[in-house]
C-alpha cells in the first residue's frame, strides 16, 4: 500500500509566494513541516515585499509565533470561517467582478449560502471574535495578489474535499487565481508526494489521474503494449463464493487464484472498473466488521513506502495484521507495522533502498520535477524499489507485460515496440511521459529533466526560469508541459502569457454546458497568440478541425487518438501548439460539482462534535452504503449520542520538525530523538488542573472508540482549556504496553511511544475516505 494522500494541486509555486501582498497558513504549520521552505519564502515575502503573514489553526504554531495575526478557531469549522469572509467580501463588493462573470459557474449559489454566515454565527461556530474576521478579510481582499497555503489541518476531515473546495473557490471569487504571488499552495509533508499522486498510487484511479473506465484501460495497455482483451481477464472475478463452476476458469496472478465470471449475471461485477481499498480502511477487508463489497477477504498486505503507523485506527491495523496470510514490509528502514502484531510467522521485511542508492526523478509540490543521480550502489542485501517490484513480477508470471511499457516508442506518430530491453530509469520516466498524456507530462522526458539537474545553476530560485542552455525553460518543467518544447507550467491558469510560454485557461472537463449554462470561458477571454478567440472545449478527434479551423489527412485521422489525453501520435499536441491554443480547453471554473453529496461546499460539524446543539443544526452527511469496497456510517455515528459529555475535550494532531512523518527514520537517530525523547500531549494548565494532572505526568487520553494512549502532559498555553494537541510521530507502545520485545535485534528505534493515531476518532472524507484525524473528542485521566 503506497501513501498518497489528495491534498489538490498546487497552482503556483513556493517562491512565487515573495510576489504576494497577504499569505495566509490555515490548516499548515510549514515552520515544522510542509515543507519548511515555504516558511522560509513566506519571511522573505514580508522582508522584500512587506506581505502580511495570517495564521488561521486551532493551536498557537511555531508558524503562528511568527506571524502578524493569529486568528483561532475550532477544529472541523474551516468551511464556516471561509464563509464567512466570503459573507463580507460579497457584502462590500470586493469580489472580482470580472472573473465572475467570465471564468466561474454558480458563483451565485455560493452567494446565496454566505448570506447566512454573518460574523455572528461565524463566531458561534467557529470560536473566533466577530473583530478578527471582519479585520482579516478586508486586509485579504483588498490587498492582492493574496495567496492561501494548506496541508493536512484542511484535507484531514471527514469534510476534506469540500475545505479543500471553499479555499479555491475564495481565491477564485478574489481573482487572485493564475496571478503570480496569488492561487493554492498545497503544501505537501514529503518530496515526492506529488509525483506518487501524479502516479496515482490509489485506490479510485489510474496513473495520470485517468478513471476506472475501460476507456483509460485501453489508453494505459496500448502504452504498455498489452492486449486489452488477455489484460482484463485478471479483473473478473464473481461476488457470490463458492458458486456453479462457469465455463472455463479466468486465470489470474494473484498468488495463482481462479475466478469465475458470469457477465450476465447482475451479482458479477468487473472489479477493474470499481475502486479498491482505501488506505484509511483496508484493515475493514480482512475484519469486515462493516458491510463490505468484495469477492473475498484481503489476506496479504503488501507495505512500501509509506508509515502504516501514521494511519488512524491502529488497534483495527494490529486486529487485521493477526488476521492476514501474511505481511510484507518492503522498507529501508523497519516500519513499525511489522512490530504491532505479537504473530510469529508470516512477515517478511525487504531490504530496500535509500533514495541515495538509487536514480530517477520525483515531483516536488509545485509539480516540478527533479533528477536524483545515484550517489552510491545499494548497500548490503538491499535493493532497489524496482528491483523488488521486478523479481515480484517474474515470480508471478508477468515480467514480460510489466516492463514492455519500458520498450515502447513513438515511430511515425503511432507506439509500437522499439527496442528488446529497457535502460532504468530512463526508460520508465520516458514510459511515464507518453502514457500521462491527461496532466500534460509529454514534455518531461529524462533528458531534459538530467538536462535540468546538469544546468540547475542557471535558473532562477524566484522565478523558476532559466538562462543560457536552459533559456525560456521552467526548472523541473512543472506540468502541464506539454511537448518537448514546452516549458511547462509554473502558474496553472494564467491568460496572460501565450500557450507556448505556460499560458492556459481553467480546464474543460464537465461538459460544454450545464443547466442550459455554457460551460465555456467567455469570448474576451483569449491567450495571446492564440487562433481561437475566447473560450473553448477541450481538444479531441472529433472537434480539433471544427474548433482551430484546420482540415485533416485521411493518415492524421487514422493516426490521431480520441482526445488531447489519448493521443500517442502527438498529432492533437502539435495542431494545438500551432494554433496557440490549450488542449484541455478554455473553461468557467465550476464552484458546484453536481456529482458530489454537497454539491457547494457546506459546513457540516465533525462526526464527534464538542456542540450537540450544532450537530442537530448542522449534521454531517447520511450515512454511505459503499465506497471503496465498504460501508461508511456518517450520522448514524455522530447523532448515536451526545459525544461530548463522556469525552468533553477536543483532539488535534501536529508534526514536530525532527521527526518528519511516522518518524521510523528520525526516530532511529539518537541525535534526533533526543531533541523529543519521548510521546507527550500539549494541555492548557487549566484542563490539567481539572484532571489533578501535573506538567511531566503521566496521563491517558480515552477516545469514543473504546481505545486509549498513555503518554506525558506537557503544560502548554499553545492549546485552549477546551482541547489538546499531540503528534503523531510515535510508534512501538501501544495502549500503554510496550513492544520493544518485537523488534528484530539492532532495530529498535532510540525513542518509543505511544501512536496518537490509536485514538483517531472514526470519521472518513465522503469522497476520498481520508480519515478524520484532526477533529476528534477525547477524555482525559490521570495516570
Known amino acids: 500500500m503506497a501513501n498518497t494522500w489528495g491534498y489538490g494541486a498546487m497552482t503556483n509555486h513556493v517562491a512565487d509566494m515573495i510576489n504576494s501582498k497577504v499569505i495566509l497558513f490555515i490548516g499548515a504549520n510549514s515552520a515544522v513541516a510542509n515543507p519548511v521552505g515555504a516558511m522560509k519564502r513566506a519571511l522573505q515575502a514580508r522582508d522584500r515585499n512587506n506581505a502580511k503573514i495570517v495564521v488561521v489553526d486551532p493551536v498557537y504554531t511555531r508558524t503562528a509565533a511568527k506571524a502578524d495575526m493569529f486568528i483561532r478557531i475550532r477544529p472541523g469549522t474551516d468551511i464556516a470561517f471561509i464563509y464567512g469572509m466570503l459573507h463580507l467580501i460579497f457584502k462590500n463588493g470586493w469580489e472580482d467582478k470580472d472573473v465572475i462573470a467570465k471564468q466561474s459557474y454558480a458563483v451565485d449559489e455560493i452567494r446565496q449560502e454566505a448570506k447566512h454566515w454573518t460574523p455572528e454565527e461565524v463566531s458561534r461556530v467557529t470560536g473566533c471574535s466577530t473583530q478578527e474576521l471582519e479585520e482579516f478579510t478586508k486586509l485579504f481582499a483588498t490587498s492582492k495578489p493574496s495567496t492561501l497555503c494548506w496541508a493536512l489541518g484542511i484535507t484531514q476531515h471527514s469534510v476534506g474535499s469540500s475545505n479543500t473546495r471553499i479555499l479555491a473557490i475564495l481565491q477564485l471569487v478574489l481573482g487572485n487565481m493564475g496571478k503570480p504571488g496569488g492561487g493554492t499552495n498545497i503544501l505537501r509533508g514529503h518530496d515526492n508526494v506529488q509525483g506518487a499522486t501524479d502516479m496515482n498510487c490509489l485506490a479510485d484511479s489510474l496513473s495520470g489521474y485517468y478513471g476506472l473506465g475501460d476507456g483509460a484501460y485501453k489508453h494505459h495497455c496500448k502504452g504498455w503494449g498489452v492486449n486489452f482483451d488477455d489484460f482484463v481477464k485478471r479483473f473478473a472475478v464473481s461476488v457470490k463464493e463458492p458458486r456453479e463452476k462457469l465455463g472455463e476458469p479466468v486465470k489470474g496472478t494473484n498468488f495463482r487464484e481462479y475466478f469465475y465470471h458470469d457477465p450476465k449475471n447482475p451479482e458479477d461485477r468487473n472489479w477493474r472498473n470499481e475502486k479498491g481499498w482505501s488506505l484509511s480502511k483496508w484493515w475493514q477487508g480482512v475484519l469486515k466488521e462493516e458491510e463490505t463489497f468484495s469477492s473475498g477477504n484481503l489476506r496479504v498486505l503488501w507495505v512500501q513506502g509509506t508509515g502504516i503507523t501514521s494511519m488512524a485506527h491502529q488497534v483495527k491495523i494490529k486486529e487485521a495484521i493477526d488476521k492476514l496470510d501474511m505481511l510484507v514490509v518492503a522498507e529501508p528502514f523497519l516500519n513499525e507495522v511489522a512490530i504491532l502484531s505479537d504473530r510469529k510467522d508470516g512477515i517478511y521485511v525487504l531490504p530496500a533502498c535509500t533514495q541515495f542508492e538509487s536514480e530517477g526523478y520525483c515531483s516536488a509540490t509545485n509539480r516540478s520535477a527533479q533528477w536524483r543521480t545515484q550517489v552510491i550502489k545499494p548497500l548490503y542485501e538491499s535493493k532497489e524499489d524496482q528491483e523488488i517490484m521486478f523479481l515480484f513480477a517474474k515470480k508471478f508470471g508477468f515480467y514480460d507485460e510489466y516492463v514492455k511499457g519500458m520498450k515502447m516508442g513513438i515511430v511515425d506518430g503511432e507506439i509500437k515496440q522499439?527496442?528488446?530491453?529497457?535502460?532504468?530509469?530512463?526508460?520508465?520516466?520516458?514510459?511515464?511521459?507518453?502514457?500521462?498524456?491527461?496532466?500534460?507530462?509529454?514534455?518531461?522526458?529524462?533528458?531534459?529533466?538530467?538536462?535540468?539537474?546538469?544546468?540547475?545553476?542557471?535558473?532562477?530560485?524566484?522565478?523558476?526560469?532559466?538562462?543560457?542552455?536552459?533559456?525560456?525553460?521552467?526548472?523541473?518543467?512543472?506540468?502541464?508541459?506539454?511537448?518537448?518544447?514546452?516549458?511547462?507550467?509554473?502558474?496553472?491558469?494564467?491568460?496572460?502569457?501565450?500557450?507556448?510560454?505556460?499560458?492556459?485557461?481553467?480546464?474543460?472537463?464537465?461538459?460544454?454546458?450545464?443547466?442550459?449554462?455554457?460551460?465555456?470561458?467567455?469570448?474576451?477571454?483569449?491567450?495571446?497568440?492564440?487562433?481561437?478567440?475566447?473560450?473553448?472545449?477541450?481538444?479531441t478527434k472529433e472537434n480539433i478541425e471544427k474548433v482551430l479551423g484546420i482540415t485533416l489527412s485521411e493518415e492524421e485521422k487514422a493516426k490521431m487518438g480520441s482526445s488531447w489525453s489519448m493521443d500517442y501520435s502527438g498529432i492533437i499536441a502539435k495542431k494545438c501548439r500551432e494554433a496557440g491554443v490549450c488542449p484541455c480547453g478554455n473553461a468557467r471554473a465550476r464552484v458546484k460539482v453536481w456529482e458530489f453529496a454537497d454539491q457547494i461546499p457546506k459546513h457540516r460539524e465533525p462526526i464527534h462534535s464538542p456542540d450537540?446543539?450544532?450537530?442537530?443544526?448542522?449534521?454531517?452527511?447520511?450515512?454511505?452504503?459503499?465506497?471503496?469496497?465498504?460501508?461508511?456510517?456518517?450520522?448514524?455515528?455522530?447523532?448515536?449520542?451526545?459525544?461530548?459529555?463522556?469525552?468533553?475535550?477536543?483532539?488535534?494532531?501536529?508534526?514536530?520538525?525532527?521527526?518528519?512523518?511516522?518518524?521510523?527514520?528520525?526516530?532511529?537517530?539518537?541525535?534526533?530523538?533526543?531533541?523529543?525523547?519521548?510521546?507527550?500531549?500539549?494541555?492548557?494548565?487549566?484542563?490539567?488542573?481539572?484532571?489533578?494532572?501535573?506538567?511531566?505526568?503521566?496521563?491517558?487520553?480515552?477516545?469514543?472508540?473504546?481505545?486509549?494512549?498513555?503518554?506525558?502532559?506537557?503544560?502548554?498555553y499553545s492549546v485552549t482549556p477546551d482541547r489538546i494537541c499531540l503528534p503523531y510521530n510515535f510508534a512501538g507502545i501501544l495502549q500503554g504496553v510496550d513492544l520493544s520485545d518485537r523488534y528484530p535485534e539492532g532495530a529498535k528505534p532510540y525513542t518509543i511511544g505511544e501512536s496518537s493515531n490509536t485514538i483517531t476518532n472514526y470519521g472518513f472524507d465522503i469522497n476520498t475516505q481520508i480519515s478524520e484525524f484532526n477533529a476528534g473528542l477525547c477524555r482525559l485521566e490521570k495516570a
Open 418 to 539: 522499439v527496442k528488446d530491453d529497457f535502460k532504468w530509469p530512463e526508460d520508465a520516466t520516458d514510459e511515464i511521459a507518453r502514457n500521462t498524456q491527461s496532466i500534460g507530462n509529454n514534455g518531461r522526458t529524462a533528458a531534459r529533466l538530467k538536462k535540468h539537474q546538469e544546468n540547475w545553476q542557471f535558473f532562477d530560485p524566484l522565478t523558476l526560469k532559466g538562462r543560457g542552455p536552459v533559456e525560456g525553460e521552467y526548472y523541473g518543467l512543472p506540468w502541464p508541459c506539454w511537448d518537448e518544447k514546452h516549458p511547462g507550467t509554473p502558474i496553472l491558469y494564467d491568460i496572460t502569457k501565450p500557450y507556448v510560454e505556460g499560458g492556459m485557461g481553467f480546464r474543460n472537463r464537465f461538459g460544454l454546458e450545464h443547466d442550459g449554462v455554457s460551460q465555456l470561458a467567455d469570448e474576451s477571454i483569449t491567450l495571446p497568440g492564440s487562433k481561437v478567440k475566447g473560450g473553448h472545449p477541450q481538444i
Open 612 to 716: 450537540w446543539d450544532l450537530v442537530k443544526k448542522y449534521p454531517t452527511f447520511e450515512d454511505q452504503k459503499r465506497n471503496f469496497r465498504v460501508a461508511t456510517k456518517f450520522i448514524s455515528e455522530q447523532q448515536e449520542k451526545d459525544w461530548s459529555k463522556e469525552f468533553p475535550t477536543i483532539i488535534s494532531s501536529l508534526r514536530v520538525v525532527n521527526l518528519s512523518g511516522a518518524g521510523m527514520i528520525e526516530r532511529t537517530s539518537k541525535y534526533l530523538a533526543a531533541i523529543t525523547p519521548e510521546m507527550f500531549a500539549h494541555v492548557n494548565p487549566e484542563l490539567a488542573a481539572k484532571h489533578n494532572i501535573k506538567d511531566g505526568d503521566m496521563m491517558w487520553i480515552h477516545a469514543p472508540q473504546g481505545t486509549k494512549i498513555k503518554v506525558k502532559c506537557i503544560y502548554s
